[in-house]
């Protein structure tokens, strides 16, 4: 009676079941690099302004709060350098992230006939929300060379699952790109604040998009640099045309961000100091992961920023490469989750405690 999952592409981390029970049997225990859940606590400062905020008998409104929304456009000038932002119209408040790119499609009315434009390398919910609505998701390397109309066209940096960021020419020549078109270019910058080797540029930074928010809309999120997946909090801004629409239309779905957690979400955009902290918990991990799978032969590879190591093997395919880590107890992702071609890339994600990071990289090293 009802088939709309069969759109979908497949679920794929159910895949990984025999590896997990393998490394599981290990005598110190699974390493679970596989999945990028933090794990770290949530800073006590956000637990107490969720706390304090409990007692919110009445709705929230779909607009949210105005601290909540002046928290993120004080966060984005402080961190981000991205200015002029109107709290008033250009931010809004959503239910995570992954929820306002998977229906970010259907709010805008994008539908069969329609064209939406993904990374060729990427996590699956930019494909899911362009099959739900039944319109045809075309994966590619640069989204300026693709031919023909285009309704949405998604970019990643720093990227998942590879740490790639995206340079400022790059970003502008899309920018561009985009308003000849009459396309809504829609930035997922969800790891902004993790950038390794070079500082990660967010697609409304002035010398980006030349002070216009025209055509673009970025996307922000809490689960990674405060460690609040379990909150699911985060906001879109950009032009306000669109924010307007998806405003006009997540009011009649509901959808609203709980009073609490978007006093949660003021709290944790105000605050720098547990994220300086919290990036150097990953840079740690980052650095012992990563010269540990060197030296057991493996190639490290764009992991510029993010939260994972994009790692290939001279001659191991991916499978093969899961079933020689698992033996060590190590469950990582492997790279044909995010493009069928990577056939010889396993994902490694940093979200684990220091511990268990210690633990693998012990285990990995000659």
Same mark, same amino acid.
């Given at each position: ?10 679920? *794929? ?24 859940? *933090? ?14 905020? #409990?007692?919110?008998?009445?709705? *929230?409104?779909?607009?949210? =709060? ?5 928290? !993120? ?26 929820? $306002? ?17 993904? /990374? ?11 099959? $739900? ?10 989204? %300026? ?16 699952? &590879?740490?790639?960021? %995206? ?12 308003? +000849? ?18 500082? *990660? ?5 002035? &010398? ?11 996307? @922000? &999120?809490? &689960? ?22 998806? $405003? ?11 009073? /609490?957690?978007? #006093?949660?979400? !003021?709290? +944790?955009?105000?605050?720098?100091? @547990? ?11 980052? =650095?012992?992961?990563?010269? !540990?799978? %060197? ?17 290939? @093997? /001279? ?17 990582? #992702?492997?790279? %044909?989750?995010?493009?069928?071609? #990577?056939?010889? @890339?396993?994902?490694?994600?940093? =979200? ?8 693998? +990289? ?5």
């Amino acid at each position: 009676m009802f088939e709309t999952s069969k759109r979908l592409p497949d679920f *794929p981390w159910d895949k990984l079941a025999p590896y997990k029970q393998k490394a599981a049997e290990h005598p110190d225990g699974i390493v679970d690099l596989s999945v990028g859940s *933090p794990v770290d606590p949530v800073p006590a400062l956000v637990q107490k302004a969720l706390a304090d905020a #409990a007692n919110a008998p009445a709705y *929230p409104t779909t607009l949210g =709060t105005a601290s909540a929304r002046q928290s !993120a456009v004080d966060w984005l000038a402080r961190r981000l350098d991205v200015v002029d932002v109107d709290p008033k119209s250009a931010v809004l408040p959503v239910i995570g992230t992954k929820e $306002l790119i998977m229906m970010l499609p259907t709010l805008l009315g994008v539908g069969a006939g329609d064209t939406v434009l993904i /990374p060729d390398l990427a996590y699956p919910t930019y494909e899911a929300g362009a099959a $739900l609505t039944r319109a045809t998701s075309v994966p590619v390397t640069d989204p %300026t060379a693709y031919d023909g109309p285009v309704r949405i066209a998604y970019l990643n940096s720093p990227r998942n699952p &590879s740490g790639e960021i %995206t340079s400022a020419d790059d970003l502008r020549r899309a920018v561009e790109w985009a308003r +000849a078109n009459d396309v809504l270019l829609v930035s997922d910058e969800c790891y902004a604040e993790f950038g390794w080797d070079e500082k *990660p540029v967010s697609v409304l930074h002035p &010398s980006v998009c030349g002070g216009s928010f025209d055509n673009l809309l970025a996307v @922000h &999120s809490l &689960s990674k640099r405060s460690n609040l997946a379990g909150y699911r909090g985060g906001f879109v801004v950009g032009d306000e045309t669109v924010v307007a629409e998806l $405003l006009a239309v997540r009011k009649h779905a509901g959808l609203m961000v709980p009073s /609490p957690i978007q #006093a949660a979400m !003021a709290a +944790a955009f105000a605050d720098d100091v @547990h994220v300086d902290e919290q990036r150097e918990r990953y840079l740690r991990r980052r =650095t012992l992961l990563r010269d !540990a799978l %060197t030296a057991a032969g493996w190639n490290i590879t764009l992991s510029n920023g993010g939260l994972y190591l994009w790692a290939d @093997h /001279p001659t191991d395919e991916a499978y093969t490469q899961l079933g020689t880590l698992a033996e060590y107890g190590i469950l990582a #992702a492997p790279g %044909t989750f995010y493009n069928p071609g #990577a056939t010889h @890339h396993i994902r490694v994600a940093l =979200t684990a405690t220091d511990e268990r990071i210690e633990a693998a +990289a012990k285990r990995l090293t000659p």
